[in-house]
């Protein structure tokens, strides 16, 4: 009889086990986002999550070109955030995503130094020797580097700066290139440095001089039917997380200009 008792308890017990590893399965999400977010989203989260304290959102930043090629090889990710609409767009078409891009914020370039006072520098600037080297994201993947290429064609002094430029493999790692000294001027997201007065000097790079950073996020197929991959997606679009972006610089989808 208590052989019967105790199996029955152990029973139990792995039901109620499973039910348990369930229920936190339901609750929790895996996010891929731009890294010019690291700052903003985390704040978006935070507050999210004071209101839904058993839920479970972790984010992975990275390049928007890379974290887009980890989803299509069939990286677990619920929603992806990503710096420029392009890449959610091809999970589309690719099958990869659930329902269409929503964009939820506009990007700006800056020119951010932690040692140069960046007041009244202009692009074209950067290609005097003073400002030494000059860091940007990768080209190849990362929106922000795409754009801050495009900057400095546009400024006519692409050819100049080429071997000074110094290449981070995201926004983010090259904000650090910028700050920790590895770069005398980074070209990086306003969202990265809005927060850093005191601890260097910015100024905008003229929007006319690169194509609009719109950012857009999508939920994947494998968020599809998450209902907190679903809430999350309605929250981030929500008066409370649009002024968080803001604060961190971004200008919303229906007030573009600057």
Partial sequence: MVRRLLQGLLVLGSVFASVAMATPAEQRITVAAA??????????????????????????????????????????????????????????EHGKASGTPVPYAFGHLVMWSASIDMKGVQVADLAQAKFGRIAIANPQHAPYGKRAEQALRAAGIWDQVQSRLVFGDNIAQTAQFAQSGNAQVGLVAESLVIDSAGKGSYVAVPPSLYEPLKQSFVITQRGATNALAQDFARYVQSAPAKAILSRYGFNLPDDTAR
Avoid: K, M, W
């Fill in 35 to 92: 890294a010019d977010l690291r700052q903003a989203l985390d704040a978006v989260v935070a507050a999210y999550r004071h209101d839904h304290p058993d839920s479970r959102i972790d984010v992975t930043y990275g390049s928007s070109g890379n974290l887009l090629t980890q989803i299509e090889q069939g990286a677990p990710f619920e929603i992806f955030f990503s710096a420029d609409s392009s890449y959610p767009q091809q999970l589309v």
